[in-house]
Nanobody, 128 residues
Framework: QVQLVESGGGLVQAGGSLRLSCAAS????????MGWFRRAPGKEREFVAA????????YYTDSVKGRFTISRDNTRLTVYLQMNSLKPEDTAVYYC?????????????????????WGQGTQVTVSS
């Protein structure tokens, strides 16, 4: 069983930065793909970024490319999302997710369906 706990959200002004963390329990997390998703008010949850098990391959939705960076530390079983140049439209609840079936795959899913484990989410609010 894998448990994911996000942290690092908060209120920030436009142009500011935040770093989200996702701490995982369960050693198998070190060998599987991880992703970040977000749900803005009144919208469906959407893909933000994903990283393969080794960290070699990273994927981003177009709206965050060049501003967000996903990374992972498998020794700490933690995945990070560094968010720079934040915009009001980045306001959302951010969720961390893990794909149980992607063990040692260097390809990470870009949609929700393959992800089996989800955190409770952390709120990010960007004021204008």
């Amino acid at each position: 069983q894998v448990q994911l706990v996000e942290s690092g959200g908060g209120l920030v002004q436009a142009g500011g930065s935040l770093r989200l963390s996702c701490a995982a329990s369960g050693r198998t997390v070190g060998g599987i793909s991880m992703g970040w998703f977000r749900r803005a008010p009144g919208k469906e949850r959407e893909f933000v970024a994903a990283v393969s098990w080794s960290g070699a391959n990273k994927y981003y939705t177009d709206s965050v490319k060049g501003r967000f960076t996903i990374s992972r530390d498998n020794t700490r079983l933690t995945v990070y999302l560094q968010m720079n140049s934040l915009k009001p439209e980045d306001t959302a609840v951010y969720y961390c997710a893990a794909d149980r079936d992607s063990r040692f795959s260097e390809v990470a899913p870009l949609n929700e369906a393959p992800y089996d484990y989800w955190g409770q989410g952390t709120q990010v609010t960007v004021s204008s």
